[in-house]
């Protein structure tokens, strides 16, 4: 079985090769979600409260910190996730 790139991996792997991730800049219907269970896991990120800019509200704005022991962490999670995978198939 091949191992389909979901969102939360392609994320993963554009913190792992140097990108500058913000949930803001990903393309899927609920980006939050997704920065959610990468934080779950214990990758860090840095949270910030922006102003919404459809109304008076506010937007929180996630970036994946991109220091090297944080890539570590995106590819030891990858790494299980992969294994995870292929027993399963």
């Keep these: ?45 840095v949270e910030e409260s922006n102003p919404n800019p459809h109304n008076n509200g506010r937007h929180k704005s996630r970036t994946l910190k991109n220091e090297p022991e944080n890539i570590q962490r995106a590819k030891d999670f990858l790494q299980k996730k992969y294994k995870k995978n292929n027993k399963s198939a």
Excluded: C, P, W
């Design 1 to 45: 079985m091949k191992n389909k790139r979901t969102i939360l991996t392609t994320i993963l792997h554009e913190l792992i090769n140097g990108k500058s991730v913000t949930s803001i800049d990903t393309r899927a219907s609920n980006t939050n979600q997704y920065f959610k269970t990468i934080k779950d896991h214990g990758i860090v990120l």
